[in-house]
C-alpha cells in the first residue's frame, strides 16, 4: 500500500463491512487467520491446532508453547496477589508442554507494565515465577520487559522436549478408547465466583474482611494452579502412552470436544464419573450454580484430559487421581453426556470466550 | 503468604520504599530481577542476556526470541498502517536470531486487541505477518488471540537454529577485531521524526495532505525493516564468522557498548565511517538533528553490528553494504567515537528506554 495512504487507513474501516469478533470466537479467529499459512520446513511437525508447536531438530522434539495475559481479561488485580499471578503465568503455559506428554525445560517472559509500577510489585510477580520455576525445574532463558500505557501484560513462551514416539496430540483418540481426567474439575471456577463476590463486598465497604472460611481449597485452584507434571510422569511409570491428551484450561467439555474434532469420534461421558470435590460442589450450590456445569464448563482447571486403550485400564484403575469419565464412541454418535437421571445431553463448548467479556 | 490477604496485597507497595523503574531502565531490570534465576539443564546453553536463548537439544541449537510490542509505547496507530505493523512485529523479532548467526524458521503470534477492533483489522495484521513470513521462509506454529483492554499487543517469539560451532554471542570480540556494520544507520528514527512531525499536522488539520515527498526511504526504514538474514547467508558464503555480533535495535551506541561490556573490551570507532543515507543525513538537518546522533541513538535500524578478526578483512572490503566503523581496544581504552574534527567523545548508551515515555 501507498506510504501516504497511512493516515487515513486505520478510518478505512469504517466504510467497510464488519465482521464481529464476538462472533467469531476466539477458535473460530485463529483458524480463520492462520489457514492459510504454510508449513514449509520438515522441522514444523506440528503447527497451529494443538497445545503446543512440536519442531524437530534432529531425533528430539522441540515443545513450545505461548499464552498472552491481560490484565482486566485474564486476571483482575483486585484480587490476585501478584506473586499468585507471576505463579499462574508459568503454570499455565508448562501445563501445554505437560499436555503434549513432554517435559518442559525453558520458558521466556516478557511483561509490559506501567512506568508507575513500583519495582517492588514487579519483584512480586517474578517471585512467583522463580517459584514456579524451581518447583517445576525450569529455566527462565530470556524476555523483555516493557512500559505499558494501561494495565499488566504477560506474555509467557515455554520449551520442552519429548522423544518423538512419546508426543501426544489431540487427534489420536480411537473408538473404544477410555477418557481419563486427572484431579477434579470446576473448583478454579468456583473459587473465582468467591473472589469476585468477596471483591463487591469489599468495594461497597472496605472495612470489612473477606470472608473466605474454609475455602482455602478452591481458592488455590483458581489463585496457584498448578500443570501436572507428576502425571506425565505417572503415566512414563506405568508404561502408558494415552493416544490423545490436552489440558483443561477452557473447560472439559470445550477439551472433549477438541479432542473429538481433530480425532473425528464421538464421545459419551457419565455425568457421575465427573470428579468434582466436596468444596467446590457445597459452594457451588451455595452460591445457587450448578456443580456439573461448573465442571464442564467452569475452566482454568489445568488438569490434563487424556484418552488410553482399554488394554491400559489395568495399569491405572487403582490411581486414585485418575478419573475415568466416559469413552470414545464412532464420530456418528455424538459427544454427550448421560445425566444422572440417564437423561442424555449433548454437550457443547461453553468454555471461556476471551471476546465475550 | 496467606490467601486472606489479597485484597491488600496490591496496596501495600505504598507504604514501602519505592524504586523508580525509570532511574533503572530496561537493561536494569531485566539483570535486577533475573540475576538469581539459576540454570540448570545442560539444554541451557546462552539463557538471558543475549539476543536469543541458546538451547541444546542434541548437537543442533535451538534459538528462541521473544518480543512484546504494546500500542502507544512501541506504535502509534495514527500512522502505522496495520499491515506494516504486523511486517514488522516479525522482522524485529526474526532480527535477533540473524544476530546469532542463526537461521529463523518459526515463529509464534499471540495477539490483545479491542473486541471492538473490527476482524478486518487483525487480518491487516496477519497480511503483513504472512508477508513477511514469506519473505523469510518462516512458518507460524502457535500463539494466541485475546481481548485487549490496554489498546493492541503483539507478542512474537520467534525459533531459529544454528549448528553450535557458528552461533555468534555478544562477548566474544578481541582486541584488534574490526567493528563492522551492515546497511546505514538513523534512517528509521528521522523517518520516525517526519511521521511523528505529519501526524501533528493532520490532527491539527485534518484536510491536509501528509507530505511525505521524497522521503520514502526513510519511511519505509520506519514502518517496514528487514531483518538481515542475507548478511547471515554472506557472511557464510565468505566463510566469516563474526566473533560477536548484535542487532541493532536501541541504537548503535547502545549495542557497542553491549558487545564492549559483555566481551570485557574497549572500542574505537570513527564517525566518517559510520554509514548514513543522504536522505537520512538531509533529512535530520532540515529538522535541526545531527546526523551524527540520530545514527548513534536512534535506533530500530535492525541492521547487524558485529567485530570479525583482522585476517577475514580481504574477504570483506569490497562489500559496499558493510561498513567497517572501527575497531575493538583494551578494555582500559574505554569506548570512543573519534569525531570529524578529531575530538575523542566517550560513547554512552542514549538508546530507547521504554520506562523513560
Known amino acids: 500500500m501507498p506510504i501516504a495512504d497511512r493516515l487515513t487507513l486505520n478510518i478505512m474501516f469504517e466504510n467497510k463491512e464488519r465482521t464481529s469478533l464476538t462472533e467469531l470466537g476466539e477458535f473460530g479467529l485463529i483458524k480463520h487467520l492462520t489457514e492459510h499459512f504454510k508449513i514449509a520446513h520438515e522441522s514444523s511437525v506440528k503447527g497451529v491446532g494443538d497445545d503446543s508447536a512440536v519442531l524437530n531438530f534432529d531425533h528430539k522434539q522441540v515443545l513450545i508453547s505461548t499464552d498472552l495475559l491481560l490484565e482486566g481479561i485474564h486476571f483482575d488485580l483486585a484480587y490476585v496477589p501478584l506473586m499468585h499471578l507471576g505463579y499462574k503465568a508459568v503454570q499455565v503455559n508448562l501445563s501445554d508442554i505437560y499436555a503434549m506428554n513432554g517435559m518442559a525445560t525453558q520458558i521466556t517472559v516478557s511483561l509490559g507494565v506501567s512506568s508507575k509500577f513500583p519495582l517492588e510489585a514487579i519483584e512480586e510477580i517474578y517471585k512467583g515465577i522463580a517459584l514456579a520455576c524451581n518447583k517445576f525445574n525450569i529455566d527462565l532463558v530470556g524476555g523483555d520487559t516493557s512500559a505499558s500505557r494501561q494495565g499488566l501484560v504477560i506474555s509467557v513462551t515455554s520449551i520442552g522436549y519429548a522423544e518423538k514416539d512419546d508426543v501426544v496430540y489431540r487427534n489420536g483418540a480411537q473408538e473404544g478408547d477410555l477418557l481419563c481426567v486427572s484431579g477434579d474439575l470446576g473448583g478454579a471456577y468456583v473459587g473465582l465466583q468467591i473472589l469476585e463476590r468477596e471483591k463487591q463486598i469489599f468495594l461497597e465497604n472496605p472495612q470489612l474482611q473477606p470472608d473466605l472460611e474454609g475455602k482455602d481449597y478452591i481458592i488455590e485452584r483458581q489463585l496457584k494452579p498448578e500443570g501436572r507434571k507428576d502425571m506425565v510422569d505417572l503415566l512414563a511409570q506405568l508404561k502408558i502412552k494415552p493416544t490423545a491428551m490436552i489440558d483443561v484450561s477452557d473447560g472439559l467439555a470445550s477439551e472433549i470436544l477438541h479432542i473429538c474434532n481433530q480425532s473425528e469420534k464421538g464421545c459419551t461421558i457419565y455425568e457421575d464419573k465427573l470428579p468434582i470435590d466436596p468444596m467446590t460442589y457445597e459452594t457451588a450450590r451455595e452460591l445457587g450454580l450448578d456443580p456439573t456445569v461448573c465442571a464442564l464448563n467452569g475452566g482454568e482447571d489445568y488438569e490434563l484430559l487424556f484418552t488410553i486403550k482399554q488394554s491400559d485400564y489395568q495399569k491405572l484403575k487403582n490411581?486414585?487421581?485418575?478419573?475415568?469419565?466416559?469413552?470414545?464412541?464412532?464420530?456418528?454418535?455424538?459427544?454427550?453426556?448421560?445425566?444422572?437421571?440417564?437423561?442424555?445431553?449433548e454437550l457443547k463448548a461453553q468454555g471461556w470466550n476471551a471476546f465475550k467479556k
Request: aromatic share 0%; net charge negative; no cysteine.
Open 319 to 345: 490411581d486414585i487421581d485418575v478419573s475415568i469419565i466416559g469413552h470414545i464412541t464412532d464420530k456418528n454418535e455424538g459427544v454427550k453426556m448421560i445425566s444422572k437421571s440417564n437423561v442424555v445431553h
